[in-house]
């Protein structure tokens, strides 16, 4: 009876650690992907970021010369 016993508890030992690792290797997944994740994000806020300034010069830009236009004509 103790050699059954000790049997089942090595076979639950030996699936609970199988079912570890693929969790493990789930979790693993996971991180890559936040991590990818986070690298996309960066970039894309960075996009636009540069095209919020571009935006923001042109219309700078613009608002300089037609306010020069306007004063030329006086």
Do not use: L, R
């Given at each position: 009876m103790s050699d059954d016993f000790?049997?089942?508890?090595?076979?639950?030992?030996?699936?609970l650690n199988e079912f570890m690792e693929q969790q493990q290797q789930k979790i693993n997944q996971l991180q890559q992907e936040i991590v990818l994740l986070n690298t996309r994000n960066s970039m894309l806020e960075k996009e636009l970021a540069e095209r919020s300034e571009e935006h923001t010069s042109e219309l700078q830009s613009l608002a300089y010369l037609v306010c020069r236009l306007l004063l030329e004509k006086k």
């Open positions: 000790h049997y089942d508890k090595s076979v639950e030992m030996i699936a």
